[in-house]
């Protein structure tokens, strides 16, 4: 299989890569600096670096049978990178320039949609209209843009996938997807949760492989909440060990002010001695 990829530099795009030339696929990797792409991979007989931006995106699927568009970052202002990466592969599709194109993979997030609703008060109230408004905001653009172009053009199905916080390249192997229909809430969708960027490029890859969830959306979470969530004892040992986490400054706190209390007060009484 020939795989185009938006995005091949980042922290989503390379470990989809590593994944996909250790088994055989060929990788077209849009880049636009050559420099921050890892030298193994691109001395690898199965990647092809397509230097430039966005508006080479014809080029980059012109022989392709599958996308991965995963170009979403934060912004605290107006950004249409993930949008617009979808619309130059939906005009190439419509220009007859992807006649292999079959698959479309889209990174989204949890925060995109109805799945907002299940975030706790502060990431829904602050972080979500505060901060990230505008990239939660492209991520929508870009998934309604996508399933446009899989309504208008039949042949060409996709995938979005919706991941929680992401943070070490190292695969720990805890994950697992949950399908969700375009407006369900997941119950499971948390700001606490984390999955890794080594478990969740090879897991994308896996799902194109095995041709599951087209014209789906992937809830993408850790297997270590799934259980939490249907075990009581691990769902009453998560309370405690958060808990524990959330109120620990102020114990800490009003144990020293305690104990400088009864310090000062031990002071006194020993000066009126």
Known sequence: MKIAVIGATGRTG??????AVANGHQVNALVRNATRFPVDLAAHANVTLVIGDIGSTAL??????????AVAAPDVGPTTVATDAVKAVAAAVAQGGAPRLSTVLLVSSDGVGSNISKHPFVYRNIIHPYVLFYTYQDLENAEIELRLLSESHPSV??????????FSMDPVRDIFVLETGQ???AEIASFSNQITYGDFG????????????????LLVNSKTKLAELFDPRGAAKA?????????????????????ALVAIVAIQVRRRL
């Open 14 to 19: 390379i470990p989809f890569i590593r994944a």
């Open 60 to 69: 980059l699927v012109t022989d392709s049978d599958a996308v991965l568009i």
């Open 157 to 166: 199905q996709h995938v979005i996938f919706r991941p929680p916080q992401i």
């Open 239 to 259: 309370a405690v060990t958060q808990a524990a986490a959330r109120y620990a400054p102020r114990i800490l706190l009003s144990t020293a002010i305690a104990v």
């Open 183 to 185: 407006d369900d809430v």
């Open 202 to 217: 090879p897991l994308i890859l896996t799902t194109l492989e095995a041709g599951t969830f087209l014209n789906k959306n």
